[in-house]
């Protein structure tokens, strides 16, 4: 059975995210919120998003620093239910 998480994206928007479905930037575009992106593989730093409660996982190790409590959504998905800051 497949597991998803709720994902609470700016404090407005609540999704229910299946980590085997993709990253964490395609649930926030198919919910049709506003994303921020560039390379979408972990090198830009372009998505970064702020993480104010609980963990992802990285797909592949992205090369972009992530400094402690934000998130790169475009390579990431969740391991928990996830707060999430994505301006
Ligand atoms: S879009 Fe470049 S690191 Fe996420």
Avoid: W
């Amino acid at each position: 059975m497949a597991t998803t998480f709720k994902v609470i994206v700016n404090g407005q928007h609540q999704l229910a995210v299946d980590p085997s479905q993709g990253t964490l930037l395609e649930a926030i575009e198919a919910a049709g919120i506003e994303s921020h992106f560039h390379c979408r593989n972990g090198f830009c730093g372009a998505c970064r998003t702020v993480l104010l409660e609980g963990q992802v996982s990285y797909i592949n190790e992205p090369l972009a620093f992530i400094r402690p409590g934000d998130c790169l959504p475009c390579c990431c998905v969740p391991a928990s239910d996830l707060n999430i800051e994505h301006r």
